[in-house]
Structure formats: C-alpha cells, structure tokens
C-alpha cells in the first residue's frame, strides 16, 4: 500500500466540501424564495381580510338602518342587540388580529425580504444604490400592510 500524498488528501478534502457549500448557497437562496413567497401570501391575505372586514362593516351598517327603520315602524324601542350584528363584529374582531398577526410576521422578515429583493434588484441589473432601493421597496410594501385597520 502506497500512503496517500499529503496534496490529493487536501483535494479529496476540497471536493467534499465543494458540494456542501453549494448546497448551502441553494438553501440560503430557497429560504430566502420562501420567504418572499411568504411575504406576497401574506400581503395577498391582508388584502382579502381588509375587503371581508369592509363588507363585513357595511352590511352591519346596513342591517343597522334597516333594524332602526323597522323599531320606527312598529314603534319599538331603538337598541342594538341583533345578534347578527354581535357576530358580524365578532367577525370584525377576528380579522382585525389576523392581520395584525400578519403585520407583525411581516416585520419580522423585514431583513429576509431586503436581501431577496437585494438579489432580485441585481438579476434585474438595476443601476444605482441596490441596498437603498432594496429598503424602499420592502419598507413600501410593509406601510401599505401596515395601514390595515
């Protein structure tokens, strides 16, 4: 047996670690796509449950007028315990922690979304100060989240 020349164990050792390091730089990429896509899901979610609440609310107005026509009419006393305007506001109140749970999630991945559109700034060969316009964007995205409620 002849013993292994100290230089191809160092490149027998570099070609190992080749691959982990590629892996690596794959997985900080794909966390850093999932969170993105994370981020759209929930910009997308918030936007749905600002509409619900929306129309929750009008209909609620709406159910109020009628409820307040109909005590004139039959000359009852006016108060608000219809119980459908108990579970739209309920509704009203689920929603509204929803998309504070999601603008608090948002806020936590601020860093994650910087460098993703960071990376996607630089694909795209955009011109200029790539981290500052970077911060624009997401800060952009964040205040329009953050106007919810």
Request: aromatic share 2%.
């Amino acid at each position: 047996m002849q013993p292994q020349h100290p230089e191809s164990q160092l490149e027998k050792a570099r070609r190992e670690v080749e691959p982990s390091r590629e892996r690596f730089e794959m997985d900080a990429q794909a966390e850093a796509a999932a969170a993105m896509e994370r981020a759209d899901m929930i910009v997308k979610d918030v936007k749905s449950s600002k509409q619900q609440m929306k129309n929750i609310v009008m209909n609620m107005h709406a159910v109020k007028q009628q409820i307040q026509q109909l005590r004139q009419q039959l000359q009852l006393a006016d108060n608000d315990d219809a119980s459908s305007l108990r579970q739209d506001q309920k509704a009203v109140d689920e929603l509204k922690k929803k998309i504070s749970g999601h603008q608090q999630e948002l806020l936590a991945m601020r860093e994650d979304l910087i460098r993703e559109q960071q990376e996607d700034l630089i694909e795209q060969k955009f011109v200029g100060d790539v981290m500052a316009e970077a911060e624009r964007l997401i800060d952009r995205m964040i205040a329009d989240v953050m106007e919810a409620i």
